[in-house]
C-alpha cells in the first residue's frame, strides 16, 4: 500500500516557510495570516509525528528532518506548478533569462537563435543587469552570474566558463609604435582601466611585476563590452575575456599580441533553482549551452594568436 500523500495546502505553508525562512514572509507570498500559516505547518507536523521547525525567539529555523522534507516539497511542487502550466499550454511558452552584460553581448547575442531553432516551441527572453536574481520573487528561470566558486544556496550551478582575461588591442593602434615585439611595447600605449587589478596580475605573468601603470593615459569605461568596443575603435589596449571576442578577431578589429593569458579564478555559471532542474525548458537550455560554450572554448583553443609587426 501507498503512503499516504500530505496535505496540499499544509505543505504550501511549509515550503514557502522554509525557503523564506520566516511564517510572516510566507503568508505574505501566500496571502493568508501568520496564524493560518503556522496551524497549516502544525498539521502538517502533526502527520509527520515531529516538529519541521524550531521555533526561537530569533524566528524559525528548519530541523534536520524538515531541511530533508523542504528540499523534496519544493521540487515537488515546482515539478506539478510545470505539469498544471504544460496542461493548460503554457509550460514552455517563455524561457526568461537574467545575464550579466558582457556575457549578454559577447554570447547570448550571437548564440541565442541557434537555441531556438532547435526549439521551436520555447520563446526566449534575457534580461540584461548586474544585480543578483531573486529567483523567489522573480519572473526568471535560470540566470547568468560569474563568481569564484558557484555554490549559491538553494541554486544549482553549472560551470560554464572560466574568464581566462589578455590584453587585446586593435592592429592599427599596434601600427601606431611599428608592431609589439615583447609585452613591455605594451606600456608605449594608452590602457583602457588601467587601475584594473587584472593588468598586475597580467604583467607579472609576463615578467613586468614592476610595470608603471599609474604613468600611462588612461581610460575608464566600467564595463567590458564597452571596453572592448573602445579597444575595436583604437582608443587603447583592453584586457578582456579571450573566449568573447574571436569574431572581432577573425574580422581582424582586434588581435591578442601575446600568447600569454591568466586565470584569477572567476567563473561563469549557469545557475537555477535545485526545485526546477527537472524543469524541461530549463533541462534543454541547460544541455544546450553547455555544449556551446564548449565548443566556443574548443574554437578558441584552435585559433592561432598574431601580433601585426612581429
Not at 534536520?64 to 519544493?74: P, Y
Not at 560554464?160 to 613591455?184: C, D, N, Q, R, Y
Not at 587589478?197 to 613586468?208: E, K
Request: glycine share 8%.
Amino acid at each position: 500500500m501507498r503512503p499516504p500523500l500530505p496535505p496540499l495546502a499544509a505543505t504550501r505553508a511549509f515550503e514557502a516557510a522554509a525557503r523564506h525562512g520566516s511564517f510572516t514572509k510566507a503568508a505574505a507570498e501566500l496571502g493568508m495570516t501568520q496564524a493560518a500559516v503556522s496551524y497549516q505547518i502544525k498539521v502538517l507536523e502533526d502527520r509527520v509525528g515531529s516538529p519541521l521547525f524550531l521555533r526561537n525567539a530569533r524566528g524559525v529555523e528548519l530541523t534536520d528532518t524538515g531541511g530533508r522534507f523542504a528540499q523534496r516539497a519544493g521540487e515537488s511542487l515546482e515539478l506539478l506548478r510545470d505539469a498544471f502550466a504544460e496542461a493548460k499550454g503554457e509550460g514552455e511558452d517563455t524561457l526568461v533569462i537574467s545575464s550579466i552584460p558582457t556575457f549578454a553581448t559577447n554570447f547570448l547575442a550571437q548564440s541565442l537563435g541557434c537555441f531556438q531553432i532547435d526549439h521551436p516551441s520555447i520563446a526566449v527572453r534575457v534580461e540584461v543587469t548586474d544585480t543578483l536574481t531573486d529567483f523567489a520573487s522573480e519572473d526568471v528561470d535560470v540566470a547568468i552570474r560569474s563568481g569564484l566558486e558557484g555554490g549559491w544556496p538553494g541554486l544549482e550551478s553549472d560551470l560554464l566558463l572560466p574568464a581566462v582575461f589578455t590584453p587585446m588591442l586593435s592592429p592599427k593602434l599596434a601600427e601606431t609604435i611599428g608592431g609589439l615585439h615583447e609585452p613591455a611595447d605594451l606600456l608605449k600605449l594608452p590602457m583602457i582601466e588601467p587601475s584594473d587589478p587584472l593588468w598586475t596580475i597580467w604583467f607579472a605573468a609576463a615578467g613586468l611585476p614592476d610595470a608603471k601603470l599609474t604613468e600611462q593615459s588612461s581610460l575608464r569605461y566600467g564595463s567590458q563590452v564597452l571596453e572592448a568596443n573602445a579597444a575595436i575603435a583604437g582608443l587603447g589596449v583592453g584586457m578582456l575575456t579571450q573566449s568573447f571576442y574571436q569574431d572581432a578577431v577573425a574580422l581582424g578589429q582586434l588581435f591578442q599580441p601575446f600568447d600569454i593569458t591568466c586565470d584569477d579564478g572567476q567563473r561563469y555559471w549557469l545557475v537555477y533553482p535545485e526545485a526546477r532542474r527537472g524543469t524541461r525548458k530549463i533541462r534543454l537550455f541547460r544541455d544546450w549551452i553547455v555544449g556551446k560554450v564548449a565548443e566556443l572554448v574548443s574554437e578558441r583553443q584552435e585559433t592561432v594568436s598574431g601580433s601585426p609587426g612581429t
